[in-house]
C-alpha cells in the first residue's frame, strides 16, 4: 500500500480549547482540515509511530467518516495498532478506559460533548496521552503550532476499513482491532461497585432508576449495565438509541434539556433516580424524587459518602474541583483531613493530580464528576456512585442530600450563560473587570463587603506549569462569591459565563430557589461587570 504526501496549507485557528478543537460540521468537512490536525497530532506525539492507538467517538454526525480519514493518516505514519469501537463509537470515558487498559500510547477521541450534532451542528475532535487523560495545554499548544506551520499530510489509498464486526482487520502494516465499545467499561464498573447489592435492591423494589441517554452515546452502555447486569426493569433506559443528531435535542444534561426526565422525577411514584448523561458520556445529571442535586453539591455528597463503595472503601487521598465549582466539597474534605485543590475550568488539569495520586475524587460545576479510575469525568460512573450508595444507606435522594446539607451547611449556586456575544464585547468586559480588581477588596458592591478579588492563577502542583487569567473571582464576606469567565468551547461569538453562590448554615433557613436566594449577589455581579452595557443583553440565555 503506497503512502502518499499530500501538500497542504495551514489554517487559521485550529486552536484546541479546554476539550479539543470544536467546530461546525462544515468546517470539519473542507478538503485537509481534519487531516491537518490529525497529522499535526502524529508530528507532536512521535510515541504513536510503532504504537497502539485508540480511536471512538459519539457517533455524531460525520464520525463515520472522520474514522475512516483518521485511519488512513494512522497507517500512513507508521501506527503499528488501533483499537477501535465498532461501528467506531466509544463514549469519551470508555476511551480513557480502554487507552489504559490496552497499555495505548494514546487515542483520538470525536466528539463535541453536549453540543448539538447533525450536518449543521458542531463536530469534535481530541488527543488524549497514554494516561487516558486529555492532552494538557502544552502538548494541545505544540499541536496548534504544528496545524499553524504544516505544509503536508500522509495518507494512504485504501477502501474504508469494515467496522460493523468485533475483530482483528488490516489496513497495509497496520492492525486494526475492532473492539465492543462497552464490554472493558462494564468490566472496570463491576470492579468497583457492589453490582449484587444494587441487583437486589433493584429486585427488592427498593431502589428504581430512570436513565436518559438524550440519543447519545451512552444509551447502550446504560442498557448494558444497568438492565442486563444489575438487573433495573426493562425501560429504565429512555432515549437510550445513539442517533447522529441526537434526534435534533441538545444532549446537554441539566433541567432545561431533559425534560421528560425532570418532568418523571416530579411525580409522587417516580423513581428513587433519575439521570442522565451527555453527547458523548461524560457528564452526568442526578435528580431524586422531587429533588435536583447541583453538580457541586453531588461532588461533595459523592466524596462524604466514598467509603461506602468497594472501589473507595479505603478512603480518599484528596479531592478537587475546578475553580467556579461552589465550595461544598471543601468542607466535606476539611472534616476528612484530606486535602481539596482548586483547578482551572476543564478535566485535563486533574490529570497530573491523579497521576501524582494527590486526589481520588474531583468535579466541576458543569455536571462532571470523575475519579481515578481513567482520566475523565465519567457520567455513567456517577450515576453507579449513587446508585450503589443508596443501595448501602437504604434512603432516597432527598434524604442523603438534607443530611449532607444538615452537616455541612447548604451552598446555594447558579450560573448565567450569556451565549453568541461579540468576542470583542466579551473581551472588553473582561478586561474592564481586571482593571477594577485591585480596588474591589474592601469595598462594598450594592451593600455586599468584598473580601478577595483576583484573576485566577493556577500553579500546577505537580509540574509547576502555570495557567493564569483563569477567571475572575469575587469572595465577599459571609461565604458569597462571584466568578466571571469566558467559556473556551463555543464554537460561534464568546460566551460569558457568570457563577454565583452563597453558602447558609442554617438548614432551617432553606428556600428552595437559587435565583432568590442568591438575588442580591446577582445583581452585584450585573452591575459590577456591566453586562447589559456590554452585550446589551437584560437577561442571560441559559440558568443552570
Ligand atoms: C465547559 C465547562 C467545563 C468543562 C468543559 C468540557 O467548558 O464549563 O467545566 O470541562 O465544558 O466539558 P467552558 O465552555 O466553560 O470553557
Ligand atoms: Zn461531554
Same mark, same amino acid.
Given at each position: 500500500?503506497?503512502?502518499?504526501?499530500?501538500?497542504?496549507?495551514?489554517?487559521?485557528?485550529?486552536?484546541?480549547?479546554?476539550?479539543?478543537?470544536?467546530?461546525?460540521?462544515?468546517?470539519?468537512?473542507?478538503?485537509?482540515?481534519?487531516?491537518?490536525?490529525?497529522?499535526?497530532?502524529?508530528?507532536?506525539?512521535?510515541?504513536?509511530?510503532?504504537?497502539?492507538?485508540?480511536?471512538?467517538?459519539?457517533?455524531?454526525?460525520?464520525?463515520?467518516?472522520?474514522?475512516?480519514?483518521?485511519?488512513?493518516?494512522?497507517?500512513?505514519?507508521?501506527?503499528?495498532?488501533?483499537?477501535?469501537?465498532?461501528?467506531?463509537?466509544?463514549?469519551?470515558?470508555?476511551?480513557?478506559?480502554?487507552?489504559?487498559?490496552?497499555?495505548?500510547?494514546?487515542?483520538?477521541?470525536?466528539?463535541?460533548?453536549?453540543?448539538?450534532?447533525?450536518?449543521?451542528?458542531?463536530?469534535?475532535?481530541?488527543?488524549?496521552?497514554?494516561?487516558?487523560?486529555?492532552?494538557?495545554?502544552?502538548?494541545?499548544?505544540?499541536?496548534?503550532?504544528?496545524?499553524?506551520?504544516?505544509?503536508?499530510?500522509?495518507?494512504?489509498?485504501?477502501?474504508?476499513?469494515?467496522?460493523?464486526?468485533?475483530?482483528?482487520?488490516?489496513?497495509?502494516?497496520?492492525?486494526?482491532?475492532?473492539?465492543?465499545?462497552?464490554?472493558?467499561?462494564?468490566?472496570?464498573?463491576?470492579?468497583?461497585?457492589?453490582?449484587?447489592?444494587?441487583?437486589?435492591?433493584?429486585?427488592?423494589?427498593?431502589?428504581?432508576?430512570?436513565?436518559?441517554?438524550?440519543?447519545?452515546?451512552?444509551?447502550?452502555?446504560?442498557?448494558?449495565?444497568?438492565?442486563?447486569?444489575?438487573? &433495573?426493569? *426493562?425501560?429504565?433506559? +429512555?432515549? !437510550?438509541?445513539?442517533?447522529?443528531?441526537? %434526534?435534533? $435535542?441538545?444532549?446537554? =444534561?441539566?433541567?432545561?434539556?431533559?425534560?421528560?426526565?425532570?418532568?418523571?422525577?416530579?411525580?409522587?411514584?417516580?423513581?428513587?433516580?433519575?439521570?442522565?448523561?451527555?453527547?458523548?458520556?461524560?457528564?452526568?445529571?442526578?435528580?431524586?424524587?422531587?429533588?435536583?442535586?447541583?453538580?457541586?453539591?453531588?461532588?461533595?455528597?459523592? &466524596?462524604? *459518602?466514598?467509603?461506602? +463503595?468497594? !472501589?473507595?472503601?479505603?478512603?480518599?487521598? %484528596?479531592? $478537587?474541583?475546578?475553580? =467556579?465549582?461552589?465550595?461544598?466539597?471543601?468542607?466535606?474534605?476539611?472534616?476528612?483531613?484530606?486535602?481539596?485543590?482548586?483547578?482551572?475550568?476543564?478535566?485535563?488539569?486533574?490529570?497530573?493530580?491523579?497521576?501524582?495520586?494527590?486526589?481520588?475524587?474531583?468535579?466541576?460545576?458543569?455536571?462532571?464528576?470523575?475519579?481515578?479510575?481513567?482520566?475523565?469525568?465519567?457520567?455513567?460512573?456517577?450515576?453507579?456512585?449513587?446508585?450503589?450508595?443508596? $443501595?448501602?444507606?437504604?434512603?432516597?435522594?432527598?434524604?442523603?442530600?438534607?443530611?449532607?446539607?444538615?452537616?455541612?451547611?447548604?451552598?446555594?449556586?447558579?450560573?448565567?450563560?450569556?451565549?453568541?456575544?461579540?468576542?470583542?464585547?466579551?473581551?472588553?468586559?473582561?478586561?474592564?473587570?481586571?482593571?477594577?480588581?485591585?480596588?474591589?477588596?474592601?469595598?462594598?458592591?450594592?451593600?455586599?463587603?468584598?473580601?478577595?478579588?483576583?484573576?485566577?492563577?493556577?500553579?500546577?502542583?505537580?509540574?509547576?506549569?502555570?495557567?493564569?487569567?483563569?477567571?475572575?473571582?469575587?469572595?465577599?464576606?459571609?461565604?458569597?462569591?462571584?466568578?466571571?469567565?469566558?467559556?473556551?468551547?463555543?464554537?460561534?461569538?464568546?460566551?460569558?459565563?457568570?457563577?454565583?453562590?452563597?453558602?447558609?448554615?442554617?438548614?432551617?433557613?432553606?428556600?428552595?430557589?437559587?435565583?432568590?436566594?442568591?438575588?442580591?449577589?446577582?445583581?452585584?455581579?450585573?452591575?459590577?461587570?456591566?453586562?447589559?452595557?456590554?452585550?446589551?443583553?437584560?437577561?442571560?440565555?441559559?440558568?443552570?
Amino acid at each position: 500500500m503506497n503512502v502518499r504526501r499530500i501538500d497542504t496549507t495551514p489554517f487559521p485557528g485550529q486552536r484546541p480549547g479546554t476539550s479539543g478543537l470544536r467546530k461546525r460540521v462544515a468546517q470539519f468537512r473542507q478538503p485537509h482540515y481534519l487531516e491537518n490536525f490529525v497529522q499535526a497530532v502524529f508530528d507532536t506525539a512521535p510515541a504513536l509511530r510503532g504504537g497502539t492507538l485508540v480511536l471512538g467517538g459519539d457517533g455524531r454526525y460525520h464520525n463515520r467518516d472522520a474514522v475512516q480519514t483518521i485511519l488512513r493518516l494512522a497507517a500512513s505514519n507508521g501506527v503499528n495498532r488501533v483499537i477501535v469501537g465498532k461501528g467506531g463509537i466509544l463514549s469519551t470515558p470508555a476511551a480513557s478506559c480502554v487507552i489504559r487498559g490496552w497499555a495505548a500510547q494514546g487515542g483520538i477521541i470525536l466528539s463535541a460533548s453536549h453540543n448539538p450534532g447533525g450536518p449543521d451542528a458542531d463536530f469534535g475532535v481530541k488527543y488524549n496521552l497514554d494516561s487516558g487523560g486529555p492532552a494538557p495545554a502544552a502538548a494541545t499548544e505544540a499541536i496548534y503550532r504544528c496545524t499553524q506551520e504544516i505544509s503536508r499530510y500522509f495518507t494512504v489509498d485504501a477502501a474504508d476499513v469494515d467496522l460493523e464486526e468485533i475483530g482483528i482487520v488490516t489496513l497495509g502494516a497496520m492492525t486494526i482491532e475492532v473492539i465492543d465499545p462497552v464490554a472493558d467499561y462494564a468490566a472496570l464498573m463491576e470492579s468497583l461497585f457492589d453490582f449484587n447489592r444494587i441487583a437486589e435492591a433493584f429486585r427488592s423494589g427498593a431502589l428504581s432508576v430512570c436513565f436518559d441517554g438524550m440519543n447519545a452515546v451512552t444509551g447502550p452502555y446504560a442498557r448494558e449495565i444497568l438492565e442486563r447486569r444489575l438487573g &433495573a426493569c *426493562n425501560g429504565s433506559v +429512555i432515549r !437510550g438509541e445513539p442517533l447522529e443528531d441526537f %434526534g435534533g $435535542a441538545h444532549p446537554d =444534561p441539566n433541567l432545561v434539556h431533559a425534560p421528560e426526565l425532570v418532568t418523571l422525577m416530579q411525580q409522587p411514584d417516580a423513581p428513587t433516580l433519575g439521570a442522565a448523561s451527555d453527547g458523548d458520556g461524560d457528564r452526568n445529571m442526578i435528580l431524586g424524587r422531587g429533588a435536583y442535586v447541583t453538580p457541586s453539591d453531588s461532588l461533595a455528597v459523592l &466524596a462524604e *459518602n466514598a467509603h461506602l +463503595i468497594p !472501589g473507595y472503601a479505603q478512603g480518599l487521598a %484528596g479531592v $478537587a474541583r475546578s475553580m =467556579p465549582t461552589s465550595r461544598a466539597v471543601d468542607r466535606v474534605a476539611r472534616a476528612l483531613e484530606i486535602p481539596c485543590y482548586e483547578t482551572p475550568t476543564g478535566w485535563k488539569y486533574f490529570g497530573n493530580l491523579l497521576d501524582a495520586g494527590h486526589i481520588t475524587l474531583c468535579g466541576e460545576e458543569s455536571f462532571g464528576t470523575g475519579s481515578n479510575h481513567i482520566r475523565e469525568k465519567d457520567g455513567l460512573w456517577a450515576v453507579l456512585m449513587w446508585l450503589n450508595i443508596l $443501595a448501602v444507606r437504604k434512603t432516597t435522594v432527598g434524604d442523603v442530600l438534607s443530611h449532607h446539607w444538615q452537616v455541612y451547611g447548604r451552598t446555594y449556586y447558579t450560573r448565567h450563560d450569556y451565549e453568541g456575544i461579540a468576542t470583542n464585547a466579551a473581551e472588553a468586559l473582561m478586561q474592564t473587570l481586571r482593571d477594577r480588581l485591585k480596588h474591589l477588596a474592601g469595598e462594598n458592591l450594592d451593600q455586599l463587603a468584598v473580601e478577595t478579588a483576583d484573576d485566577f492563577h493556577y500553579v500546577d502542583p505537580v509540574d509547576g506549569s502555570v495557567a493564569d487569567r483563569q477567571g475572575i473571582r469575587i469572595c465577599f464576606e459571609g461565604g458569597g462569591r462571584v466568578i466571571y469567565r469566558l467559556s473556551g468551547t463555543g464554537t460561534s461569538g464568546a460566551t460569558l459565563r457568570v457563577y454565583v453562590e452563597g453558602h447558609e448554615s442554617d438548614p432551617l433557613r432553606h428556600d428552595l430557589d437559587p435565583q432568590r436566594v442568591l438575588a442580591d449577589y446577582i445583581s452585584a455581579a450585573n452591575h459590577l461587570a456591566q453586562i447589559t452595557k456590554f452585550t446589551g443583553r437584560v437577561a442571560p440565555d441559559v440558568i443552570t
